[in-house]
């Protein structure tokens, strides 16, 4: 039996094209990377949960991800996601998990989330809300629900 080392997410995340320009490269790319990963898979969705996640862990841990000075602000992390290609940091995460042995789901995978739309709050009404479908290998919403 061949045993091969499991190489770690930070050295797998160097392969993933960092897509800022030279201005834009002050916090370490990885580091940023490893932070939303590590924030989502302890439950913590969205950019200002992932800062709170962040904080909550201290800046020695933000070291250790291969940050330096102090972490990013949000904001900044929303603008490295909009410029970032998802199917590359996909291929990337699907070759970390590999290493695993562990099968990846395949065929149709549907995704469902509910949203409150901002803007929509009235004196006497409720904010309205909406549950969309979405279709991940088609990469559309499917439809989508107002819920009452």
Same mark, same amino acid.
């Given at each position: @039996?061949?045993?091969?080392?499991?190489?770690?997410?930070?050295?797998?995340?160097?392969?993933?094209?960092?897509?800022?320009?030279?201005?834009?490269?002050? &916090?370490?790319? /990885?580091? @940023?990377?490893?932070?939303? $990963?590590?924030?989502?898979?302890?439950?913590?969705? =969205?950019?200002?949960?992932? @800062?709170? +996640? %962040?904080?909550?862990? =201290?800046?020695?841990? +933000? &070291? %250790? %991800?291969?940050?330096?000075?102090?972490?990013?602000?949000?904001?900044?992390?929303?603008?490295?996601?909009?410029?970032?290609?998802? *199917?590359?940091?996909?291929? /990337?995460?699907?070759?970390?998990?590999?290493?695993?042995?562990?099968?990846?789901?395949?065929?149709? /995978?549907? $995704?469902? *989330?509910?949203? /409150?739309?901002?803007?929509?709050?009235?004196? &006497?009404?409720?904010?309205?809300?909406?549950?969309?479908?979405?279709? +991940?290998?088609?990469?559309?919403?499917?439809?989508?629900?107002?819920?009452?």
């Amino acid at each position: @039996m061949d045993v091969q080392p499991v190489r770690g997410l930070l050295e797998f995340l160097q392969q993933v094209p960092d897509p800022r320009g030279r201005q834009g490269q002050r &916090h370490s790319f /990885v580091a @940023m990377l490893a932070t939303v $990963i590590c924030a989502t898979l302890s439950g913590y969705g =969205g950019f200002r949960a992932t @800062m709170q +996640w %962040l904080d909550a862990q =201290g800046l020695e841990f +933000w &070291h %250790l %991800l291969g940050g330096t000075r102090r972490p990013p602000t949000r904001s900044t992390f929303q603008d490295l996601f909009a410029e970032l290609d998802p *199917d590359v940091l996909f291929d /990337v995460l699907s070759q970390f998990i590999r290493q695993f042995d562990v099968e990846l789901p395949t065929g149709n /995978v549907e $995704i469902w *989330d509910g949203k /409150v739309l901002r803007g929509t709050r009235q004196r &006497h009404a409720e904010t309205e809300k909406l549950l969309i479908r979405f279709d +991940w290998a088609l990469g559309r919403v499917l439809s989508s629900f107002k819920l009452a």
